[in-house]
């Protein structure tokens, strides 16, 4: 039986209707779908911002509470209040928003009571600052608690951020899925009513032009998913690099020991760039390099701190265009596509900058400007604490009239190289030397007089010793010597040069002259003279005794 036209045409438009009703079902379901993927999806974005923030106000806290104990500026307290009054609220908002993730939920409750007690550590820092003063803070800070509730916190960061992480993964793995289901279902349907009903190809040829849309707006979402993947990842990279940095820095004793360290350090944040670190001499007159990375003609290793911008201004300078005429005085051609100065500042004084030079455009983007920014204060606290650690260590050991070591630093020498000369048989020559008629000076001149004659004394011996020779003040107008590795007759002999050269120096005091200054030397030498430090201090204190006696001004060697 064949069926009329228009129960073929009535029969198509049912099925066609039917098809398009299932199409619309079906298609309402994975739009539904796709709705409650990128809800998850932008949940997960939220926990993890979350807890960068976290991180970043714990960060905020220390660097605020570290500037406060270095300088003792209230100013510097102002980002640790703002912090910690955020922190509680972070983490209540993260336990809100992982009420449904048990896992995170147990990470989150072992990383709370950390987080109280790293707080708490803080602000009896601070406490012991305010009451005690800096040493106090610097003893509870040195007890290494502090450092390892970081560890652990920071750990458990990690932890939740990886956790989050995975579910952003299996989120956009659905994702993806929900969408070709789509396409699938877009495209069958669209080929069964196209050819059941010619007549409503128009419309599902629209229907279709939809979907293809939805779809490049689902493929562009999910290219953005993946950037922002990346940006986390590179985020948390980073962070981790900048807390190694931080803690390599806190454990060096010199600056030269930070100085071999940032340049492989600091590299590692900025890889794709020529950088380095730059200091302030101490005659505020020039700038140097102290650690670089990469190589490129435009970087100069010495220059004027005015031909910087960043110092000049005081703030990071940023320069996007090479050909620009406000560039830096201190590059030169052939000029790079971009470059970056941060000043490092601590205590409100620029100590050197941070510089960064991309040989193409847009390597030195926002983000990599911030963090610039950051890695300048983390390396200007570190080099301010371990040039402070260094003065503090010279004050104990330096004599501040001469500049030559004190007593109490020679004893301690004095019983390590006799130590030393004993494992490698060597000998060691010791000088003991004191200022003729001195007190003729004090009386003649003045105090201040013989304070100069001490100084220029001081300087003198320092130039006439080399740079393992030790020399002390023993006290009052009295020196000593300590020539590693140098027999009697070679102690002798610079004994002599020591006593002749004196005579040359051209002394005056308020343009008025102090004289020829004569010195008289006794010479001894270990084992030869005695086997113990008192016993070789006896003999060349005898020797100098008879040189005292015998006339003065001259050199007398140990019997």
């Known amino acids: 039986m064949r069926w009329s036209i228009e129960k073929q045409i009535s029969t198509g438009f049912a099925v066609a209707l039917l098809v398009l009703g299932v199409m619309g079902g079906l298609g309402f379901w994975s739009t539904i779908q796709l709705i409650d993927t990128a809800h998850w999806v932008e949940h997960t974005h939220v926990v993890i911002a979350d807890l960068e923030s976290l991180f970043a106000h714990l960060s905020s806290a220390e660097a605020g509470q570290r500037g406060y104990i270095i300088t003792g500026n209230e100013q510097h307290l102002a980002p640790y ?28 409750q072992t990383l709370e009571p950390a987080l109280e007690r790293r707080l708490v550590l803080l602000k009896e820092a601070l406490d012991a600052r305010r009451q005690s003063g800096l040493a106090a803070a610097q003893n509870l800070i040195e007890q290494d608690v502090g450092r390892q ?8 960061i ?82 981790s690099q900048l807390s190694e940095l931080s803690d390599v820095l806190q454990a060096c004793f010199t600056l030269d020991e930070a100085y071999t360290v940032l ?6 944040l900025f890889p794709n760039t020529v950088g380095g670190v730059w200091m302030i001499s101490e005659s505020k007159t020039l700038v140097e390099a102290v650690a670089t990375w990469g190589e490129h003609p435009a970087r100069a290793a010495l220059f004027e701190p005015t031909q910087c911008w960043s110092l000049r201004r005081g703030r990071p300078y940023f320069l ?77 050991i330096r004599d501040p009239l001469t500049g030559l070591f004190n007593r109490r630093y020679m004893e301690e020498s004095l019983e390590r190289e006799l130590r030393r000369a004993e494992r490698s048989e060597q000998p060691l020559g010791i000088i003991m030397l004191d200022v003729d008629h001195f007190k003729q000076f004090n009386d003649t001149f003045g105090h201040e007089a013989g304070d100069v ?19 002390c003040r023993y006290g009052g107008e009295e020196f000593m010597l300590l020539l590693p590795e140098a027999s009697s007759e070679i102690t002798r002999q610079r004994a002599e040069q020591i006593c002749s050269g004196i005579k040359h120096l051209m002394l005056e005091y308020r343009r008025q002259s102090l004289g020829v200054v004569t010195l008289s030397l006794g010479v001894a030498e270990f084992p ?11 003999a060349a204190d005898a020797a100098l005794y ?14």
């Open 158 to 239: 990690n932890a939740m951020l990886v956790e989050e992480q995975r579910l952003l993964q299996l989120r956009s793995e659905r994702s993806r899925t929900v969408a070709w289901t789509t396409m699938a279902i877009v495209g069958i349907g669209g080929l069964l009513t196209f050819g059941l009903v010619p007549f409503a190809g128009l419309t599902i040829n629209r229907d279709i032009t939809r979907r293809r849309q939805a779809e490049a707006k689902l493929q562009e979402s999910e290219q953005n998913l993946k950037q922002w993947v990346g940006e986390l990842e590179q985020r948390r990279s980073e962070i």
């Open 528 to 538: 030869k003279h005695g086997n113990t430090a008192q016993a070789v201090i006896r």
């Open 81 to 108: 209040y703002l912090a910690t009054s955020s922190i509680n609220e972070v983490v209540n908002e993260i336990r809100q928003l992982t009420s449904d993730n048990t896992s995170q939920q147990q990470r989150l």
């Open 453 to 471: 004659v001490l100084r220029e004394l001081g300087q003198f011996l320092k130039s006439m010793i080399r740079s393992s020779d030790i020399g």
């Open 263 to 268: 340049g492989e350090l600091v590299q590692r």
């Open 149 to 156: 509730l970081t560890s652990e916190i920071t750990q458990g």
């Open 320 to 396: 996007p265009d090479g050909q620009s005429q406000l560039r830096c005085q201190h590059i030169h051609p052939p000029f790079p596509a971009q470059t970056l100065c941060v000043p490092m500042m601590a205590q409100g004084e620029a100590l050197g900058i941070v510089h960064l030079i991309a040989t193409e455009p847009g390597q030195i983007t926002q983000t990599k400007q911030l963090l610039a920014t950051t890695v300048a204060e983390h390396i200007a606290i570190s080099l301010a604490n371990l040039k402070l650690r260094e003065t503090l260590k010279n004050q104990s």
């Open 546 to 559: 008879r040189a005292k006696h015998g006339g003065r001004d001259q050199v007398v060697v140990a019997a």
